[in-house]
T-cell receptor, first 115, second 114 residues
């Protein structure tokens, strides 16, 4: 299996621009998670989906952030408009819910820099 | 609410030294406990886990025992290698409350010098 795939790996953009991060979970997994990692705040859960349905978005910082999962093999995290404080590494993770194990498999991350 | 507290880093050791990274947790219900490792430039990957009290998780020479009486899950390794240099995260998940969230500690950066 290819593991969780994220794109792009690196993104540099200017303040005010729209940014879209993409994630392909492991085939067969039915839960997907978006995290943000910074030095100041550590690892934060932004939102997660079960069977493509958003379950908990309480970690989404504000309305500038939105996430979608149109099907079981694809999810996006969009920031519009972006701000310098959004600079971070964004991770996507997936898991197989209902097996008794809560192991999450992480992608390599997208390093976002907003100038 | 649920929370995880790890020992402050960074931790620097010499090769073949004994490693302990402390982790304590606060939770309602019966959490599963995890250690994840993050190598430079990569995402987190599961190192080991324990699902009930007194369980011992082990992998790659690392061990951690789920201690309910002290609400701890300390990570240990008898002889570290340079390749163990990474950031280590303790985490919990409370499945009994239907939550799939992983609550992570702040991470401990480990550097092993040859």
């Amino acid at each position: 299996d290819a593991g969780v795939i994220q794109s792009p790996r690196h993104e540099v953009t200017e303040m005010g621009q729209e940014v879209t991060l993409r994630c392909k979970p492991i085939s067969g997994h039915n839960s997907l998670f978006w995290y943000r990692q910074t030095m100041m705040r550590g690892l934060e859960l932004l939102i997660y989906f079960n069977n493509n349905v958003p379950i908990d978005d309480s970690g989404m910082p504000e309305d500038r952030f939105s996430a979608k999962m149109p099907n079981a093999s694809f999810s996006t995290l969009k920031i519009q408009p972006s701000e310098p404080r959004d600079s971070a590494v964004y991770f996507c993770a997936s898991s197989l819910r209902g097996t008794g194990s809560n192991e999450q498999f992480f992608g390599p991350g997208t390093r976002l820099t907003v100038l | 609410g649920n929370s995880v507290t790890q020992m402050e880093g960074p931790v620097t050791l010499s090769e073949e030294a004994f490693l302990t990274i402390n982790c304590t947790y606060t939770a309602t219900g019966y959490p599963s406990l995890f250690w994840y490792v993050q190598y430079p430039g990569e995402g987190l990957q599961l190192l080991l886990k324990a699902t009930k009290a007194d369980d011992k998780g082990s992998n790659k020479g690392f061990e951690a025992t789920y201690r309910k009486e002290t609400t701890s899950f300390h990570l240990e390794k008898g002889s570290v290698q340079v390749s163990d240099s990474a950031v280590y995260f303790c985490a919990l998940s409370d499945l009994n409350q239907g939550a799939q969230k992983l609550v992570f500690g702040q991470g401990t950066r480990l550097t092993i010098n040859p």
